[in-house]
């Protein structure tokens, strides 16, 4: 199942409702990009990429999912084909479904000329088969981990994590999207029709030459802040359009991007409802018009379409309570922080059938979540995430990726935690600039942060959480199974430049 599924909407169609909207004509030409976009063949026929669906197939028991990783040449823009990597396609790769109880083996083929590897982003698994670091695949070899999928249904991911070259492989396009399922939200009724109202959107940026190739790390800057490009991409496709055939959309959102921040919202400001994060579902739907998604961060959000065009958008304040994000001003140190306002990215615009269909309404309620009252006692470790912001920078320097004081060593393991035990980890960011904290094997909870209380959308399970500039943020961690001595998890940055340069560490997950 190596196709994509595209919305079907005719030219003519697609720029009357365009026109209409004002969304699709006098879009600003990016100046990197006006070159490429004037090779283009076809103009206006963007209809958005929907990945496909790979359901694998069962033998004895059980699902096996075929994954092979090709080096490929990928139409961002019609009629520009740029060398690309791919899972089962031409760039990004398949939506894997799976549901929980199930035992699945992903037989994953490297066709590359170097190694690499694929980690599944918010898996609880055992650590072998986490594909981390220590888990590269060899060309011309086939991986082939086996598990059992035991977790609440989510959207999760899986991604390239060589190290120090997860930047440059997620970058060329080694990444995709996993819905796992269960009873429990499917007994919901919620938008779950694959390609109709229940979309996958992968959100991304980057960087091309005025010949469409992809342009990656050109300067110390681009380690420095994390590699951002000009041109916004939803699911591989410069700014695609999505014909919406149901009164109410489901969008599992992904900020796939290497270092980019996302403020989400839509063009004409409509609220929508947040029904779920990294993890799974939140206990009610949450009302807002803007979510602010760091790199690794999902939220799935329904929005009502009604009766005109709309897009999906980002930009705007990046305040998340108080913080660096939210203070910097600008000027070349506001840019590189990140204050103010982020760069204003049209993503995908949604436009409705002639004849809309109904949908199911949202449920008042999505999941019986427990409390949040950690016990007293619990341990506290804590992670201080530095990163040198010194003169030696701005000479063009390698300056220093750290926690704790220790940049990522492959032979060095830094925490060594107990199984199935409550701890909170305090996550101290010593820089100015914000580091989004992604840790492996867990879905934990966000207790606070700076000591105050954390947003309403953010009340649910993570696997990856924001830490602004200067903040400090407490998380609640239990790592349930899957003792393994010697195989360890990470910990790290999800800005991939930074992971890369070394803000990344090790644990492993050993009895009580």
Not at 78 to 103: D, H, I, K, S, Y
Not at 126 to 146: C, K, L, N
Not at 166 to 172: A, E, I
Not at 378 to 388: A, D, I, T, Y
């Amino acid at each position: 199942m190596t196709n994509i599924i595209h919305s079907g909407i005719s030219r003519r169609r697609l720029l009357k409702w365009g026109a209409a909207a004002g969304l699709l004509t006098g879009l600003p030409i990016f100046a990197r990009f006006e070159d490429f976009l004037a090779q283009a063949r076809v103009r206006g026929e963007r209809a958005l990429p929907v990945p496909a669906l790979l359901e694998g197939e069962v033998k004895n028991g059980v699902r096996h999912y075929d994954l092979a990783i090709r080096q490929n040449r990928h139409a961002f823009v019609p009629g520009v084909a740029t060398a690309t990597f791919g899972v089962n396609a031409t760039f990004l790769g398949a939506t894997l479904r799976l549901r929980r109880g199930e035992r699945v083996q992903m037989n994953v083929r490297n066709e590359l000329a170097e190694s690499t590897t694929v980690h599944w982003h918010g898996m609880i698994l055992p650590a072998a088969m986490d594909g981390g670091p220590h888990q590269e695949i060899a060309p011309a070899a086939t991986w082939r981990p086996v598990f059992r999928v035991d977790q609440p249904a989510a959207t999760l991911w899986y991604h390239a994590h060589p190290h120090k070259r997860t930047g440059r492989h997620v970058w060329n396009g080694l990444a995709g999207l996993m819905i796992v399922e269960d009873d429990a939200e499917a007994a919901l009724p919620l938008p779950r029709d694959y390609g109709v109202d229940d979309i996958p959107v992968v959100l991304q940026d980057r960087q091309f030459d005025a010949d469409g190739r992809l342009v990656y790390v050109t300067s110390m800057h681009d380690v420095m802040m994390g590699m951002e490009g000009d041109v916004p991409l939803c699911n591989g496709a410069f700014q695609p359009v999505f014909e919406a055939r149901r009164k109410l959309l489901r969008l599992r959102v992904l900020n796939g991007a290497n270092a980019s921040f996302y403020n989400i919202g839509f063009s004409d400001g409509r609220p929508f409802h947040v029904i779920a994060t990294d993890g799974g579902l939140l206990q009610k739907p949450v009302q807002r018009r803007r979510v602010l998604l760091t790199p690794g961060e999902r939220v799935e959000i329904v929005v009502p379409v009604g009766e005109k065009p709309f897009a999906l958008v980002s930009g705007g304040q990046t305040a998340t309570g108080g913080g660096m994000m939210g203070s910097m001003m600008g000027g070349m140190m506001g840019g590189m922080m990140r204050g103010g306002d982020l760069p204003k990215h049209t993503f995908l615009t949604i436009i409705p059938a002639p004849v809309t269909e109904s949908s199911p309404g949202l449920p008042d309620r999505l999941a019986e979540l427990p409390p949040l009252r950690p016990a007293r006692g619990l341990r506290v470790r804590r992670f201080n995430l530095q990163m040198g912001m010194g003169p030696g920078m701005m000479m063009g320097m390698r300056a220093p990726f750290a926690i704790n004081g220790k940049a990522m060593d492959m032979n060095v393991i830094n925490e060594i935690v107990p199984v199935n035990t409550d701890e909170i980890w305090e996550i101290r960011n010593t820089s100015p600039m914000p580091h989004p904290f992604h840790v492996h094997d867990t879905q934990f909870r966000v207790l606070s942060r700076s000591g105050g209380a954390v947003a309403a959308h953010e009340a649910g399970y993570k696997d990856t959480v924001l830490v602004d500039g200067r903040e400090v943020v407490r998380i609640l961690v239990r790592f349930r199974d899957h003792v393994d001595p010697e195989t360890p998890y990470m910990y790290h940055c999800h800005i991939l430049e930074h992971e890369d340069a070394g803000m990344m560490g090790q644990f492993t997950v050993v009895r009580a």
